[in-house]
């Protein structure tokens, strides 16, 4: 109970993030939004090294390449997520990003491992799931999905495939030193790809003279999704199995639609909100069998 009680607490933290994210997009792109988010939190986690102190053995080269690898797809994740808000809600992120839980046995198949029947259910359930959502009002046509989505879901990927290297990196280095990497990782990948392909886009600040919400929404999401989130998260999972867990943080997309009606009021009809509930449920059958999943002979 303590550590399920921790992690909803860094779910509500996560949920809540998808709103400063979106109004963000009125200052600042994408990228350079998610870069230095990334980067304010990789400083911010340095501050508090002492607090969790590092007894376990070094291994340099094991900490950069999982950091590096770590901070690569959390960065692409972070920015697809990103580009999507821009068009897409706050509402339809959060549950989107969601589907990284799904997706996690889904990428376990190409490593050897046979998931249980109940997944396919799963799969099939978030698939009418994410119709409804992406297709809120009208026909069911493709040329009705909001692009938002599909970038957010085609970031849903790259968390996927960050949450399988996650699942060896922490067995093998100190988390708080692979937390500061990858970061730290993420953050200088967008910056350099930002100075090849959008430098314009990369440098062009918003004016802080006129209003400091530019600089509100940077610091909620560095420091408090980031930082705050990310360390409760640790805490939370000493107490809690990561079955358990991984439901507990698929809450973050219900926090994501209550703070987006509540704050943007986002438009809600009974499309989207069995859309919303159909991928929710679709996640949970998802993880309680998640531990039926074996490795081929």
């Known amino acids: 109970m303590k550590g399920a009680l921790i ?52 291994n340099k080269k094991s900490l950069i390449t999982y950091g590096l690898s770590l901070g690569f797809f959390l960065g692409f994740a972070a920015l697809f997520q990103q580009i999507g808000l821009v068009t897409t809600t706050a509402t339809n992120a959060g549950f989107y990003t969601s589907l990284y839980v799904l997706l996690v046995p889904l990428i376990g198949i190409f490593l050897g491992y046979i998931p249980h029947i109940s997944l396919w259910l799963a799969v099939i359930i978030c698939m009418v799931g994410s119709i409804l959502l992406g297709i809120p009002e009208g026909d069911f046509r493709l040329d009705k999905i909001n692009i938002g989505d599909l970038w957010v879901i085609a970031g849903s990927l790259f968390w996927a495939a960050h949450v399988q290297i996650l699942s060896y990196g922490v067995k093998k ?12 990782f993420a953050g200088l990948i ?9 430098s314009e886009e990369l440098l062009n600040f918003p004016n802080f003279s006129d209003s400091f919400v530019p600089l509100i929404t940077l610091l909620y999401c560095s420091i408090g999704s980031v930082c705050i989130a990310f360390v409760l998260q640790m805490i939370g999972q000493k107490y809690s199995p990561p079955n358990e867990a991984a439901i507990v943080m698929s809450t973050e997309a219900i926090f994501a639609a209550f703070f987006g009606w509540i704050i943007l009021a986002e438009f809600f009809n009974f499309r989207i909100i069995l859309g919303s509930v159909l991928i929710f449920l679709g996640i949970i059958i998802s993880q309680v069998f998640s531990t039926n999943l074996r490795k081929r002979v």
């Open 173 to 184: 280095n100190p988390i708080i030193l692979l937390a500061i990497l990858q970061f730290l």
């Open 190 to 198: 967008l910056t350099i790809f930002g100075i090849f392909f959008y």
């Open 7 to 58: 992690i909803l607490i860094a779910s509500v933290i996560w949920g809540s993030t998808f709103i400063p994210q979106k109004v963000a997009m009125d200052f600042w792109s994408p990228l350079q939004f998610t870069a230095i988010r990334f980067l304010i939190g990789s400083f911010f986690l340095i501050l508090i090294i002492p607090i969790f102190g590092i007894s376990e053995k070094i």
